[in-house]
């Protein structure tokens, strides 16, 4: 498959995984609208081919600003070949430990939210006839893990989502879409990770630090 000249969208792309997707896709030429909420990171990202980059940052639970978001990412070049919905957040807490504010904040971030951009997009890509509408779940959404039973529930269900989907407009329309589970990958997905009361992890773990590098995972 070339990128050469593909639109594409990835949010979560300030870091990990989705930062070296960008990269990676850079090099093959595409051109790229960078989503996070750290707009520093993203343009510090961008300066790699500022001719190839719209620095797009958003609040992904923002729901009221996802019109005008599609709008200009859609602008930008006239359309758009793929969407990534690669943001999320993992949790590290017993569900003895754990708030219900933050299961409603996993569900928010890793489910809703990638549910909500892809529902904004989906009737341009299909009056178009083409396009490509990919989720980074997580093999979280197929076994459960210790201390993810929020983070677990939210990666199952947005597999849910996109598999019915992709059975309502992959003959339909011709969109094609791509449900991504990758095991453990060497990011600050760990560090980054909701406690029990809703709280910045702050620390790593060993399982993560001995995932891929991320540039493999992209
Ligand atoms: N690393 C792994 O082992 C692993 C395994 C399976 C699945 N995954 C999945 O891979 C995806 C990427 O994670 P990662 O490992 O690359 O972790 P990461 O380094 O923590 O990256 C997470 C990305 O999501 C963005 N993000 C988080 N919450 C957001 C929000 N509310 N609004 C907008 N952007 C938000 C962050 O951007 P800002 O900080 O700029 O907001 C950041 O760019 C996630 O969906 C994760 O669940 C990771």
Not at 21 to 36: D, E, F, T
């Amino acid at each position: 498959m070339t990128f050469d000249n593909r639109v594409v969208w990835i949010t979560g792309a300030s870091s990990g995984i989705g930062e070296a997707l960008a990269r990676g896709l850079l090099q093959q030429g595409a051109l790229v609208i960078l989503s996070g909420r750290r707009a520093e990171a993203l343009q510090a990202l961008a300066a790699l081919a500022p001719q190839r980059c719209l620095v797009l940052p958003f609040e992904t639970t923002d729901y009221a600003a996802l019109a005008g978001l599609v709008e200009q990412a859609w602008a930008w070049q006239g359309h758009i070949d793929c969407l990534v919905n690669n943001a999320g957040i993992s949790q590290r807490s017993l569900a003895l430990d754990t708030r219900f504010e933050v299961y409603r904040q996993l569900m928010e971030v890793d489910y809703l939210a990638p549910v909500a951009l892809t529902q904004a997009l989906l009737p341009r890509m299909t009056a178009r006839g083409s396009g490509q509408l990919a989720v980074v779940s997580s093999v979280a959404g197929k076994v459960g893990a210790p201390l993810r039973t929020g983070y677990c529930g939210a990666k199952h269900a947005v597999i849910g989502y996109f598999e019915a989907l992709r059975a309502e407009v992959e003959q339909a329309h011709g969109i094609s879409v791509s449900v991504i589970l990758p095991g453990s990958v060497r990011t600050g997905v760990a560090t980054n990770a909701l406690g029990g009361a809703g709280q910045r992890r702050g620390r790593s773990d060993v399982n993560i630090d001995n995932g891929m590098p991320a540039e493999e995972a992209a």
